[in-house]
């Protein structure tokens, strides 16, 4: 995720630790990666250069220049402002009261907007709510037909259109209206028409959407990896029948980030979420503050707890730092893991939202394949127990035979062990320790 921007910033924040004192000569070698960095990321010129223009002016303030870190003082002040032009803080999403509440999304087709109606009723749900989902779109009965099919997988309700319905327009959305409120839906997810541009008859259709359904949000729906195309989409909606927030499809595929950091300042309206996946349950809130500090190279601790916690097992978790404190890690508590890991999502993203220093400035030599799991586990189930608690007996004839019962090379069954050795190595450092030192006892 934003892989490309983030390593070139970071190159940019090593220059600045590198030099002993900050100067307006070294600042402005800075500011010039800086701008490169944004520009070749695909962000729109005039953010990069009130971006520019603001890091100047705080970082060449004399109290900063004379700080004892005055380098740490102006990475604080890059991560501001991008946590500035990323929105400065979380949004909520809103509801109508009294319900129900109407959520239209718009954008051009091929953004992702109905999985993207999926994934929002998924979100929401979770919030104890009564999603209802409704395909409005006159061109194409195909998209009906896929909201439906995604409904299904959720098991969630679906507002189906009739032939005569689709005659009358402007009263099957008065019925949809009527039906989620005698059967206390709340929200009311609408999916809109979309095309491959910006049209006239596409606005005066979603125009009439608006005005009779009344949405609390209009939700822009825009694919990330379109730079500033989705930028001027999302302009151009704005402007035709208004918006109140936006949502950043295929954010985990975008190596640039030109949407991500153009959107708000751009359109004046905040991103409230991000889709990190194909799966529909891969819709996160969008922060940010976390964003930046990601992007930084300071890691996303925060996300990376909270989603630890929407999949740990309490009494599994305590036990596992319990082992991890008296260093009693075996490669059955490493397989117990990578399953754990698997549930919370991709594992570059978990890795990515881990800081670049610290303790876990080698944690990226781990690289483990998502696709591999699957590989590792039978590897490990084809193991006896004295191997699994053990795995220092496992020599060449051991490997062959592991190999064999879990049909896979044994280069793998070397790369597993590997893995495995760097992380207790890692866990062996005294920081590490430190931070477990922190955690609670087991009960």
Known sequence: MLDQLSSRLQRAMKFLRGEGKITERNMSEALKMLRMALLEADVNYRVVKDFEANIKAKSLDQKVLDSLTPAQHIIKIVRDELTSILGHEAKKLEFASPPPSVFMLVGLQGSGKTTTCGKLANWVRNLKKNPLLFSFDLKRPAA???????????????????????????????????????????????????????DEELMKELRMVKEILEPIEVLFVGDSMTGQDAVKSAQLFEGKIGLTSIILTKLDGDAR???????????GKPIKFVGVGE????????????????????GDMLTLIEKAEKQADV??????????????????????????LKKMGSLSQFMHMLPSGGMFKNVSNL????????????????????????PKIIGGSRRARVAR????????VNQLLKQFFEMKKMMKKSQFQKLLSNLPPSR
């Open 315 to 340: 009494k599994e978790a305590e036990e596992m730092a319990r082992k991890l404190r008296r260093q009693e890690f075996s490669l059955e508590d490493f397989k117990k893991q990578l399953v754990q």
């Open 405 to 412: 019962g879990s049909g896979r090379p044994v280069s793998e």
């Open 257 to 267: 980030g030109g949407a991500a950091l153009s959107m708000t300042s751009v359109t």
């Open 144 to 198: 009906q037909e896929q909201l439906k099919m995604i409904t299904s997988q959720l098991d969630l309700p679906f507002f189906e259109l009739s032939k005569g319905q689709m005659a009358s327009p402007q009263k099957s959305l008065k019925d949809v209206l009527l039906y989620t409120k005698e059967r206390n839906h709340d929200p009311l997810i609408v999916d809109t028409a979309g095309r491959l541009h910006v």
């Open 279 to 298: 799966k529909l349950d891969k819709l996160d809130v969008f922060h940010p503050d976390r964003m930046a500090s990601r992007i930084l190279g300071m």
């Open 367 to 390: 690289s483990i394949d998502d696709k591999k799991i699957v590989y590792f586990e039978a590897i490990i189930n084809s193991m006896t127990g004295d191997e699994r608690e053990n």
